[in-house]
């Protein structure tokens, strides 16, 4: 079965960038998606087809897609945005199924 | 203002049965993509299945046969049928309004709801 990959944490400092990678067969294919949860909250998606900003997401979330890789960019990452992060596409084989990372958490402190 | 409720989780024992529901509002269910996604425990995020525009339907390799996701037009709500419950079905299931992108069955999650437990253990 289709699988994207992350890494498990990233850590930064506030006011540094964050940079989360999302790994996936597909990805030159399939665009990527991005889900920010926050501890005991649904997920919010901060990034669509693979660099696009929803409204009300703040400037400083970005994204980009190179090849087999997805990246979600945290330009002087704040305190607030300390959660995991979840990459999403759509499995390339047909079967019309959606796939998820298994998650990155980010630590700002 | 769309907004999504779930509703019908709780403690259910290995092999029973349970329906969840998701009420929709500020826009039309059966005009959209809905989707079940489900987090256990401490993990991470699962998709589960999808109920196109179309009435079309998919689900995971972990709950197909098992699991069938429905709507009902009239009451603006989304379904999902779980039978033959196991340990490892224990989850925060979500709803989700799906939006079509990119290809051929390409759609990702632009709205969720708050999530209900379910709970399956004996």
């Known amino acids: 079965s289709y699988e994207l990959t992350q890494p498990p944490s990233v850590s930064v400092s506030p006011g540094q960038t964050a940079r989360i990678t999302c790994s996936g067969d597909?990805?030159?294919?399939?665009?990527a998606y991005w889900y920010q949860q926050k501890s005991g909250q649904a997920p919010v998606l901060v990034i669509y087809?693979?660099?696009k900003r929803p409204s009300g997401i703040p400037e400083r979330f970005s994204g980009s897609s190179s090849g087999t890789m997805a990246t979600l960019t945290i330009s002087g990452a704040q305190v607030e945005d300390e959660a995991d992060y979840y990459c999403?596409?759509?499995?390339?084989?047909?079967?019309?199924?959606?796939?998820f990372g298994g998650g990155t958490k980010l630590t700002v402190l | 203002e769309v907004q999504l409720v779930e509703s019908g989780g709780g403690l259910i024992q290995p092999g029973g049965s349970l329906r969840l529901s998701c009420a929709a509002s500020g826009f039309t269910v059966s005009s959209n993509y809905m989707s079940w996604v489900r987090q256990a425990p401490g993990k991470g995020l699962e998709w589960v299945s999808v109920i196109y525009s179309g009435g079309s339907t998919y689900y995971a390799d972990s709950v197909k046969g098992r699991f069938t996701i429905s709507r009902d037009n009239s009451k603006n709500t989304l379904y999902l049928q779980m039978n033959s419950l196991r340990a490892e079905d224990t989850a925060v299931y979500y709803c989700?309004?799906?939006?079509?992108?990119?290809?051929?069955?390409?759609?990702?999650?632009?709205?969720w709801g708050q999530g209900t437990l379910v709970t399956v253990s004996s």
């Open positions: 597909a990805l030159p294919k399939k665009y």
């Open positions: 989700a309004r799906g939006r079509a992108s990119g290809t051929d069955g390409e759609y990702y999650f632009d709205y």
């Open positions: 087809e693979d660099s």
């Open positions: 999403y596409s759509t499995d390339s084989s047909g079967n019309h199924r959606g796939v």
